[in-house]
C-alpha cells in the first residue's frame, strides 16, 4: 500500500504517541493535533495547527482511544488543546478515511450531518485480539503486586469466556494456579472443561464464589452484586477489567470492604508501544480493505 497518505493524529495518550511515530517510521507523513510535549515524539513528526486547511489536507484521519468522554470535544489526555468534534468534522474533507476507538451513536451521527464514514477500530477483530493480550499482561501485574501469596496454587476465578476470558484462563494455568472460569451458555462451559479448567455456571456461581484467592471480571454488565461479594472472601483480589459501567457493585463492595481494583485501558497503561502498533496495523487495514473496494479512498 502506498505510504503517499497525509495522516492526521487528533488526541490521545501514549498510544498515539507511539502510533504516530510508528507511522512515521513505516514512511507516512504523520501530522498531531492535541499534544504539547513535543519530546514525546520523532522529531520529525509535524505539529499541526486545529484549523481549516491543516484538517482538509488529511487523507486520513486518526481519533483517539476512546474518541470523546463527553460527545463534544476529543480526549486529550496529555494535551491542553480543546478539539471540538463537530468543528472537526466540519473541515475534513468528505473523501477521507476517519477511524477512532469507542466510537458512541452520537459521534456517529455527528459524521454522518457532514457526509462522513468513521471507523471504530477497536470493534475490528484483529485489533481485540491483540488488544488483549495487553490487557492480560496488565491483569498478571496488578495480581502479583496486590496478592500476598505466588499465582502459583492460587484459586482464580474468571469471568467470562471470551477473547480476554480465554486468554487470562491460559495465562493464569501457566503460572501454576487452580482455575476456573464463568459462562452462561452450557456449550461455553463445554469449552472451558475442554481445556482442563473448572467451568462454573452462572446459576451455580454463589455456591462456589467463596473460595478464590482472585476474582477476574471481564464482563461489563453487573455480576458481581451485593449478595455474591457477601460470600467472597474477604482477603480475596477482585480485578475488574471491564468498560463501563463495570462489573461489580463498587458502593456494596466498599461496604463489605472488599479489595477491588477497577483497571480499565490497561493496553495504554502497562504497553502503550505495543497497544500504538496494534492500532496502526488495525488502521492499515482498514485502509487495504477500503482501496480494495475503491471505497472511501481519494
Known sequence: MSTNKRILICGGDLRQVKLADSLFKDGYNVTVLGFDDKSLFNENVVFGKFCKNTVKEADVIVLPLPCSKDNLTLNT??????????????????????????????????AQLHNLIIHDYLNREEMAILNAIPTVEGAIEIAIRNTPATIHGSKILVLGFGRIGKLLCDRFSALGAEVSAEARKVSDIAWIKSYGYI??????????????????????????????????KNDALIIDLASKPGGVNIEAASKLNKKVIWALSLPGTVAPVTAGIIIKDTILNILEELEETNIGTL
Open 77 to 110: 489526555p496529555i494535551g491542553n488543546d480543546i478539539i471540538n468534534i463537530n468543528e472537526l468534522f466540519s473541515f475534513a474533507n468528505p473523501k477521507a478515511v476517519i477511524a477512532g476507538g469507542k466510537i458512541t451513536e452520537e459521534i456517529k451521527s455527528l
Open 199 to 232: 467451568g462454573i455456571p452462572l446459576s451455580s456461581l454463589s455456591k462456589t464464589i467463596g473460595i478464590y484467592d482472585i476474582i477476574i471480571n471481564t464482563i461489563p454488565a453487573e455480576i458481581l452484586t451485593g449478595q455474591l461479594l457477601e460470600l467472597v
